[in-house]
C-alpha cells in the first residue's frame, strides 16, 4: 500500500518547525500504545510459555527448580516434554485432529464452490447483496451458540431423534451427539462461511470473457471449469483452505461441546494440561508445536503467493 | 480478514452474462441454484431451532407444547445470568473503548507514514488473529500466574484488548486506503493547526471505518469464550462463560433464550456495521 507521502503543508511556513518535527515521530507515538499492549499482553505471554515448555513441573503445580543449568541443558532433560508429547500414547489425538481438519476443509470446499460460484455469477443483480450478508451474518454471529444449537438437534432427546421416533422410522434415539460426526458436522458449520467469502472474491473477479474464449475454442463445460474458471480462482480457493484449516485444527469449543472422550483433540489436550492435569510446562510445548504448525502453514501460504506473484488474500 | 471479504457493490450489475456457450447450462444453474438454497438452510435453519425452542413450553423434549415468554421471564429472575450479562457489557464497552483508540492510532502510524520496525509491526498485528485462541488464553493465563496478577474482570478486559487492536487496525487502516490527502493539505493551508486538523478532517472522514471496527470488536469481545475462561476471575464470569458452564450440565430453555437474546444483539450490530462499511464505499476492499 502506499506511503508515499510522508510530508504534508510544508508549505504553511507559519509551523515549518512542528510540521517538520511531526513526520519523524509521529508514526512512532501512534504506535506506542499498540505495542505497548500487543508486546506485554501478546507477544511476552507467548514467549513465556516458550519459555516454560522446557522447563519441568514442580510438586505444586508450578515449575522445578533447576539445581544444575549445565547438567539440565546437557542430559537433553529440557526436551523432555517435547518428548513426552511424540509419545504414542498421543498420537491418536493428534491424527484425529489433523483427519478432521483436512476432511472438514474438503467439505467446506466441495460445499463452498458452488454457492460461491452462484452468488458471483449465476444469480441476479439486485440478489447479490443480500445474499452474501446472509453468508456473512453467521461469519459474525457466537460461534458457541451457534455450536450448541447442534446440542439441541442431534441429542437423545433432540430434534432429530424426536421427529424420527414420531414417524416412527426409529424406535430407539440414535446416538447422534457425543462422537466424531457431532464433531465434523459441527467444525463444517462453523467454518464454512470462512471457505465461501474468500471463494466469492476471487470468483466475483473472474473475466467471464475467458470462459467465453475457452468455450469458443471448443471446450465443454467441465474442460472450462478445471482448465479456466479453477486455476483462475486458485487464490481464492488456497485462502479459504488456509481459512479453514487452521482454526479446524486448533479447535477446542466444537469437540468440547459436541465431542465424546473419545473425539479429544490437540485444543483438548492442551486446555486439559492448564485446567485439570495442571502441567504447564507440557501444556506449553503443545501449544507451541501447535502454533508452529499454524505458522508453518501460513508461511507456506505466503510463499506460495509470492511465487505465483498474487497478492495474499489474507 | 473482514473487510477484505465484504461485498463490493461497485461490481454488482456491471457483470452480463458473457456469449451463451460460456455460461452454464440451465440445468446447471437450478443445480447451483438448489444447492445454494440447501446451504441456506444448513447455515440457518440451527439458528432458528434454537429461536423457535426458546419460545417452548416443553422443558426436556424437543416436541412444540406450546409458545411461551416464561424462559425469557426466567432469566430475568436468574442473578447469576443477570451478573455475567453485567460481566460481559463492561468487558465489551471498555474493549470497544480501549482498542478502538489504540488500533486507530496504529492504523494511522501504517496507513501514512513509512518507519523503521513497519514491517515488524504488521506481523505483530498480526499474530493475535492468527495464533489459535486456546494458545493465547494458556499463555496469557500462564503469564498473568507467574507476575502474580490476580485474575480478575481486569485481566479479561487487558487480554481482549490485546487481540481486538488488530481487528480495527486492519478495518481503519483499509478505510485509509482510500482517503484523499489533499483535504488535510487544504485545511493546514487554510491555518489548521496538526490537532484541530484531524478532528476537524482526518476523523469525520475515516469515522465510517473506525465505527465499523468498533462494532466489529464489540460483538468478538462479547462472543468470545475460549480466551475469557482462562483469565476471567472469580466473580468476572462473562456471558458466553456462563452460558459455556450451563450447557454442560445439560440443555435448559433458559439457555436457549439467553442465546437467543445474544444472538439478536450481534445481529443487530452486525447489519449497522455492515451498513456502514457499505455507506463507505470501497474503503474495505483494497487490503
Redesign the interface.
Known amino acids: 500500500m502506499g506511503v508515499k507521502r510522508t510530508t504534508t503543508g510544508t508549505r504553511t511556513g507559519t509551523s515549518v518547525k512542528e510540521e517538520a518535527a511531526t513526520p519523524k515521530k509521529a508514526p512512532y507515538l501512534l504506535i506506542t500504545p499498540a505495542w505497548l499492549v500487543i508486546g506485554l499482553f501478546f507477544l511476552l505471554p507467548l514467549i513465556f510459555i516458550f519459555v516454560i515448555s522446557f522447563g519441568a513441573r514442580g510438586t505444586y503445580g508450578g515449575l522445578k527448580p533447576i539445581a544444575d543449568w549445565g547438567a539440565y541443558l546437557l542430559s537433553g532433560e529440557f526436551l523432555a516434554n517435547y518428548r513426552q508429547s511424540l509419545e504414542p500414547l498421543y498420537w491418536p489425538i493428534y491424527w484425529r485432529s489433523f483427519w478432521m481438519a483436512v476432511v472438514t476443509t474438503g467439505l467446506c470446499l466441495v460445499i463452498s464452490y458452488p454457492i460461491a460460484y452462484y452468488i458471483a455469477i449465476i444469480a441476479p443483480a439486485r440478489w447479490k447483496n443480500l445474499l452474501l450478508a446472509l453468508v456473512v451474518i453467521p461469519f459474525w454471529t457466537s460461534f458457541l451458540i451457534r455450536t450448541y444449537a447442534w446440542v439441541l438437534i442431534l441429542r437423545t432427546e433432540g430434534l432429530i431423534n424426536t421427529v424420527l421416533m414420531q414417524a416412527g422410522l426409529i424406535n430407539a434415539p440414535l446416538d447422534l451427539l457425543y462422537n466424531e460426526f457431532a464433531v465434523m458436522v459441527g467444525l463444517v458449520y462453523g467454518e464454512l462461511p470462512f471457505m465461501i467469502l474468500p471463494l466469492y472474491a476471487s470468483l466475483e473477479k473472474l473475466d467471464l470473457t475467458l470462459l467465453e474464449a475457452s468455450s469458443d475454442l471448443g471446450a465443454n463445460h467441465p474442460s472450462t471449469f478445471w482448465r479456466v474458471t479453477v486455476p483462475l480462482t486458485m487464490p481464492g480457493i488456497v485462502a479459504g483452505i488456509v481459512l479453514v484449516f487452521i482454526p479446524s485444527i486448533g479447535q477446542f469449543v466444537v469437540s468440547d461441546l459436541l465431542g465424546g472422550a473419545k473425539s479429544m483433540l490437540v485444543g483438548n489436550l492442551i486446555q486439559n494440561q492448564f485446567a485439570i492435569a495442571r502441567n504447564k510446562p507440557f501444556g506449553s510445548a503443545i501449544a507451541f508445536e501447535l502454533t508452529a504448525v499454524v505458522l508453518l502453514l501460513l508461511l507456506a501460504y505466503a510463499w506460495w503467493s509470492k511465487k505465483k506473484g498474487q497478492e495474499a488474500m489474507l | 480478514?473482514?473487510d477484505?471479504?465484504?461485498?463490493?457493490?461497485q461490481?454488482?450489475?456491471a457483470?452480463e452474462?458473457?456469449?451463451r456457450?460460456?455460461?452454464?447450462?440451465r440445468w446447471?444453474?437450478k443445480?447451483?441454484?438448489l444447492?445454494?438454497a440447501l446451504?441456506?438452510f444448513?447455515?440457518?435453519a440451527?439458528?432458528v431451532?434454537?429461536i423457535v425452542?426458546s419460545f417452548n413450553e416443553a422443558r426436556?423434549?424437543?416436541?412444540w407444547e406450546g409458545f411461551t415468554f416464561q424462559w425469557y421471564g426466567k432469566l430475568m429472575e436468574n442473578k447469576l445470568i443477570l451478573r455475567s450479562v453485567q460481566n460481559s457489557l463492561i468487558v465489551a464497552g471498555a474493549t470497544t473503548l480501549a482498542s478502538t483508540?489504540?488500533?486507530t492510532?496504529?492504523a494511522?502510524?501504517?496507513?501514512?507514514?513509512?518507519?523503521r520496525g513497519?514491517g515488524a509491526?504488521q506481523a505483530?498485528?498480526f499474530?493475535?488473529i492468527?495464533?489459535?485462541?486456546?494458545?493465547?488464553g494458556?499463555?496469557?493465563?500462564?503469564?498473568f500466574g507467574?507476575v502474580q496478577f490476580q485474575l480478575s474482570i481486569w485481566t479479561v478486559i487487558?487480554?481482549h484488548?490485546?487481540?481486538s487492536?488488530?481487528y480495527v487496525?486492519i478495518v481503519v487502516?483499509a478505510r485509509l486506503?482510500g482517503f484523499d490527502?489533499s483535504l488535510?493539505?487544504a485545511a493546514?493551508?487554510l491555518?489548521a493547526?496538526?490537532i484541530q486538523t484531524f478532528f476537524r478532517v482526518t476523523l469525520p472522514l475515516i469515522l465510517p471505518g473506525v465505527i465499523a471496527g468498533a462494532l466489529?470488536v464489540f460483538?468478538i469481545s462479547i462472543?468470545d469464550?475460549?480466551v475469557s475462561s482462562?483469565v476471567a476471575g472469580a466473580g468476572a464470569t462473562t456471558l458466553?462463560i456462563q452460558?459455556?458452564s450451563m450447557?454442560k450440565v445439560g440443555?435448559t430453555p433458559e439457555?436457549?433464550a439467553v442465546?437467543t437474546l445474544?444472538?439478536l444483539v450481534?445481529?443487530v450490530?452486525?447489519?449497522f456495521a455492515?451498513r456502514l462499511q457499505q455507506q463507505s464505499g470501497d474503503g474495505g476492499n483494497?487490503?
Open positions: 480478514m473482514p477484505s471479504l465484504e461485498t463490493s457493490p461490481f454488482v450489475g457483470r452474462p458473457a456469449a456457450g460460456a455460461t452454464p447450462f446447471e444453474r443445480l447451483m441454484g444447492h445454494s446451504v441456506y444448513f447455515l440457518y440451527p439458528i431451532i434454537l425452542f426436556q423434549t424437543a416436541r483508540i489504540i488500533g492510532l496504529a494511522l502510524a501504517l496507513g501514512r507514514y513509512a518507519f513497519k509491526t505483530a498485528l499474530l493475535p492468527i495464533i489459535p485462541e486456546i494458545v493465547f494458556v499463555a496469557l493465563v500462564t503469564f507467574a487487558i487480554s484488548v490485546a487481540f487492536i488488530s487496525a487502516r486506503a490527502r488535510e493539505e493546514m493551508d491555518g493547526g496538526p466489529l460483538t462472543d469464550y475460549v482462562f458466553p452460558i459455556y450447557i440443555v439457555v436457549n442465546s445474544l444472538l450481534t445481529v450490530m452486525i447489519l455492515q483494497k487490503r
